[in-house]
C-alpha cells in the first residue's frame, strides 16, 4: 500500500480518533485528543511524537496556520513575555524559558533562527537540548492541541507567534509526551537547555548582602528561579505570590528616588502572564512607583500592565520567597556573549560496573573501587575579600538515563587531598583520611553538586551510590573560576591491602527482556498485559527456572498490584514498554533476594530483608522495617519471592511519586483531596 493511501486509510478507519472536520484539511480531531492521522498534504508528519490521551473533550490538533491567518515563527525576538502557561502544570519548565530568553545566543541554540511558516516550510521544526554532555537534535511536526481554535497549553502574547509552543512540544517529546512535562524542576529545564550547572539555595543560608549575591550572579550570565514552598500547591499568600510555583528572577536594579535616596528592586516573572505581586511597588496599585522618575522606568522597560512581571524589593523579596534555583553557565555556553565567562568547565564520562567500579559509600569494603578523578586547581580567585587565597569550584555529578531507566540511584560526591607520590588512593589511604568536602546526605536527584573552596594543589574526587554494586553510568563536570586540570585516576585492579571479596554470579536469574517478548506476545492480548495474563507469564517463567516452587506463592492479587503500581495513566494493563521497565526491575531485585536467600529456601527471614533492601538501593527506617515485617511477612516472618518483588515495588514506586510531587526538592508535598484519592486508591 503505497504511503498516500496508507495515510488515508488510517484517517478514516473506525479506530482512529474522531471524523475529520469539513473545512479543516489538516486538523485532527478526537474528544480525548488521541492523535490520529491527518490527511495527506506532503507536510511533514511526527510519526515518533509519543501517542497519548489528553484529558479534555473537543480537542483538535491544529497546525498553525489553521489557527490564526498569517503565523510567524518569531515576532520581532524571542523574549520572555512571549511565555504564557496553558492547562499544563509546567510553570517549572516555562519559568526557564522566560530565564533563557534574557540571553538571544543562548535562546538561538535551542531555538534555531531561520524556521518559517512561509519560505521553505515543510511542517517541520528543529530544536535543540543538552543530554548529557551533548546537544541533541529534536525534531517535530507543527501539530498543537487546541479548543476553540484556541491553544490549550503554553502560548505566546503575540496570538501569530509560535515558537515557544513548539519549544514546549519538542521538550515534551523529549521527556516522553506533554504528560511528562506536569510537575518538575525548573533546575532540570535549565539543564537541559543551557548545559550549565544549577545549585539550590535555601533563603536562610544565603550571604548577608543578597543584593550583591543576585548582582554578580546576573552579571555573569546565571539563571535564577524561586518559589515559596510554605503553603498549598499554587494557592496565594496574602500578596499574591503563589505557593510552590516557580518564578524567574530577570533583573535587579537601584532607582534614585525623588528625595534623593535609593531603593533595590528585584525584577520577578510569572510565567503565567498575569498573576503578579500585590504588595509595595506592585505594577497595578503601587503609589511608591510615583518617587521614581519616568526616565528611570522607562530605562528599565516597567510597564503598568499584569503581564506577569513585577518588580518588588529586595527585603519583599527575601521574605516572600524562600528557595532559588541558580544555573551556572560555563564558558562553552557563552561562547559569543559578551557576559563575563563565569566557569570554566572540564567533563568526565564514568560508570559504576557491578563487581568492578560500583564500590558504595565511604567505609564500605569496596569502597576504595569506586571512580577515581585527581584535580589540579591551578590559580586562586581575584578575591581581594578572601585572605586564603583559595580557587572556588563547583563539582556535579549527574546520572544518566535516570527517567528512561526508571532506576533512580541515590549519588554522592567526596573530596580528598591528594598523595603526593601518586594520582589515586589506596584502600588504606581511604581507611586513614577523612574527606575534606562532601555532601551531606546521598541524594536520588539526578544531578547533586557541590561547592567547594580550597588553595591550589591536588585532590582526589569520588563520585559513588549509598550501596555497593549498584550499577549505572554518570557525567561528572567540574566548574572552576580560573580553570583547572582534571583527569580520571588509573588505579590497580586490585589492591593487596584490600579484604578479599565475596564474588556473586552476575548472570541474571531472569531470562532478559528480549527473551521474554515472545512470552508476552503469547500470554498478552492485543499487546495488553492485564494481571491475569502476567499471573500467567510468571508462573510459566518461575515453575521452570532457579526458583521453581515459588511459582506456587504467587497469586493474582500480587500481579494486580503488580499492574496498577507500573500503570501511570489508570488503564489497568501495561504495554510493551511499560513491561520492559517492570521486567528489568524484576531481573535486578531478584538477583538480590537469590543473593540474601543464604539457605536457598527461596523465602528471606526478616533478619535478611533489611540488607536485601539496602543492596536494592532502597533505604528504610527501624519503623518502617516494624511496618514491612507485620504488612510483608508470613506468619513465620519470612518472605516469599513473590511477596518481596511486591514489597520492592510498592516502596520503590511510594518513593517515586514522592518525587513527582515534591516539586521544588524540599522533601515535603502538599495534595489536593482528589489528588490524594488518586493516589492512595490506584497502588
Known amino acids: 500500500m503505497s504511503e498516500q493511501r496508507r495515510r488515508l486509510s488510517s484517517t478514516q478507519s473506525p479506530s482512529s480518533a474522531g471524523p475529520r472536520t469539513p473545512g479543516s484539511a489538516g486538523s485532527w480531531f478526537s474528544p480525548f485528543a488521541t492523535r490520529p492521522r491527518p490527511w495527506d498534504d506532503g507536510l511533514f508528519i511526527d510519526e515518533g511524537f509519543p501517542v497519548e490521551n489528553i484529558p479534555r473533550f473537543n480537542v483538535r490538533w491544529k497546525r498553525p496556520k489553521e489557527i490564526c491567518q498569517s503565523p510567524q515563527f518569531i515576532v520581532d525576538e524571542a523574549t520572555r513575555m512571549d511565555v504564557c502557561q496553558g492547562e499544563l502544570n509546567d510553570c517549572w519548565f516555562l519559568s526557564a524559558v522566560a530565564s533563557l530568553s534574557l540571553h538571544q545566543p543562548l535562546l538561538e541554540r535551542v531555538v534555531p533562527h531561520g524556521q518559517s511558516f512561509q519560505e521553505g516550510y515543510t511542517g517541520c521544526f528543529v530544536f535543540q537540548f543538552w543530554q548529557y554532555g551533548k546537544w541533541q537534535q529534536v525534531k517535530i511536526d507543527d501539530f498543537l492541541p487546541t479548543v476553540d481554535g484556541q491553544l490549550i497549553y503554553l502560548k505566546s502574547s503575540v496570538k501569530e507567534e509560535f515558537w515557544s509552543s513548539l519549544l514546549e512540544k519538542a521538550y515534551a517529546k523529549l521527556k516522553g509526551g506533554y504528560k511528562a512535562l506536569n510537575m518538575g524542576?525548573?533546575?532540570?529545564?535549565?539543564?537541559?537547555?543551557?548545559?550549565?550547572v544549577t545549585e539550590l539555595f535555601n533563603f536562610m543560608a544565603l550571604p548577608r548582602d543578597v543584593g550583591h549575591f543576585l548582582r554578580t550572579l546576573l552579571k555573569k550570565g546565571a539563571l535564577i528561579n524561586c518559589a515559596n514552598v510554605q503553603g498549598p500547591l499554587e494557592q496565594r499568600n496574602?500578596?499574591?505570590?503563589?505557593?510552590?510555583?516557580?518564578?524567574?528572577v530577570t533583573g535587579l536594579e537601584k532607582f534614585r528616588t525623588n528625595s534623593g535616596g535609593e531603593v533595590e528592586l528585584v525584577r520577578v516573572r510569572n510565567p503565567w502572564g498575569k498573576a503578579e505581586w500585590e504588595g509595595p511597588w506592585s505594577d497595578m496599585n503601587g503609589p511608591e512607583w510615583n518617587q521614581i522618575s519616568a526616565e528611570q522606568q522607562r530605562q528599565v522597560g516597567r510597564v503598568q500592565q499584569e503581564d506577569g512581571e513585577f518588580w518588588m524589593a529586595l527585603t519583599d523579596f527575601c521574605l516572600n520567597f524562600d528557595q532559588m534555583e541558580v544555573c551556572h553557565l560555563t564558558e562553552a555556553t557563552l561562547s559569543g556573549m559578551d557576559a563575563v565567562k563565569p566557569w570554566e568547565c572540564t567533563l568526565h564520562h564514568g560508570s559504576w560496573v557491578y563487581n568492578i567500579t560500583a564500590g558504595g559509600p565511604p567505609g564500605g569494603a569496596r569502597y576504595w573501587q569506586n571512580p577515581q578523578f585527581k584535580l589540579t586547581l591551578l590559580e586562586e580567585d581575584d578575591d581581594p575579600s578572601d585572605p586564603e587565597q583559595t580557587c572556588t569550584f563547583l563539582v556535579a555529578l549527574m546520572q544518566k538515563y535516570q527517567r528512561l531507566s526508571g532506576i533512580q540511584l541515590a549519588i554522592s560526591v567526596h573530596i580528598y587531598k591528594a598523595r603526593p607520590d601518586?594520582?589515586?588512593?589506596?584502600?588504606?589511604?581511604?581507611?586513614?583520611?577523612?574527606?575534606?568536602l562532601s555532601l551531606n546526605t546521598y541524594s536520588q536527584c539526578r544531578e547533586v553538586v557541590i561547592r567547594g573552596r580550597l588553595p591550589p594543589g591536588n585532590y582526589i574526587i569520588i563520585p559513588s551510590t549509598s550501596e555497593a554494586n549498584q550499577e549505572g553510568e554518570f557525567i561528572l563536570r567540574i566548574l572552576t573560576e580560573k580553570g583547572n586540570i582534571s583527569t580520571f585516576s588509573q588505579k590497580p585492579q586490585t589492591d593487596d591491602n584490600?579484604?578479599?571479596?565475596?564474588?556473586?554470579?552476575?548472570?541474571?536469574?531472569?531470562?532478559?527482556?528480549?527473551?521474554t517478548e515472545q512470552l508476552f506476545q503469547k500470554h498478552c492480548k492485543n499487546g495488553q498485559c492485564q494481571p491475569v495474563h502476567l499471573f500467567n507469564l510468571l508462573k510459566e517463567i518461575i515453575g521452570g527456572g532457579a526458583l521453581a516452587e515459588s511459582e506456587k506463592e504467587l497469586s493474582l492479587e500480587h500481579c494486580k498490584s503488580f499492574v496498577v503500581l507500573m500503570?501511570?495513566?489508570?488503564?489497568?494493563?501495561?504495554?510493551?514498554?511499560?513491561?520492559?521497565?517492570?521486567?528489568?526491575?524484576?531481573?535486578?531485585?531478584?538477583?538480590?533476594?537469590?543473593?540474601?536467600?543464604?539457605?536457598?529456601?527461596?523465602t528471606l527471614d526478616y533478619t535478611e530483608i533489611l540488607p536485601a533492601l539496602t543492596a536494592a538501593g532502597l533505604q528504610v527506617d527501624d519503623f518502617l522495617l516494624q511496618l514491612i515485617g507485620q504488612r510483608y511477612t508470613d506468619p513465620d516472618m519470612t518472605v516469599s519471592y513473590p511477596g518481596f518483588l511486591h514489597l520492592l515495588l510498592k516502596l520503590n514506586s511510594m518513593i517515586q511519586k514522592f518525587y513527582i510531587h515534591d516539586i521544588m526538592g524540599t522533601g515535603t508535598v502538599s495534595l489536593t483531596y482528589r489528588q490524594w484519592l488518586y493516589l492512595t486508591m490506584y497502588n
Open 238 to 248: 496574602k500578596f499574591g505570590i503563589l505557593f510552590r510555583h516557580a518564578y524567574s
Open 185 to 196: 524542576f525548573p533546575h532540570e529545564a535549565m539543564v537541559d537547555m543551557t548545559g550549565g
Open 567 to 602: 500503570d501511570n495513566k489508570g488503564f489497568g494493563h501495561l504495554d510493551w514498554t511499560q513491561f520492559q521497565s517492570l521486567w528489568e526491575k524484576f531481573r535486578k531485585w531478584t538477583n538480590v533476594f537469590v543473593q540474601f536467600d543464604k539457605n536457598k529456601s527461596c
Open 498 to 515: 584490600a579484604p578479599m571479596q565475596e564474588i556473586f554470579p552476575v548472570k541474571s536469574v531472569l531470562p532478559s527482556t528480549a527473551a
Open 422 to 436: 601518586q594520582g589515586y588512593l589506596t584502600y588504606l589511604d581511604l581507611g586513614l583520611l577523612q574527606p575534606l
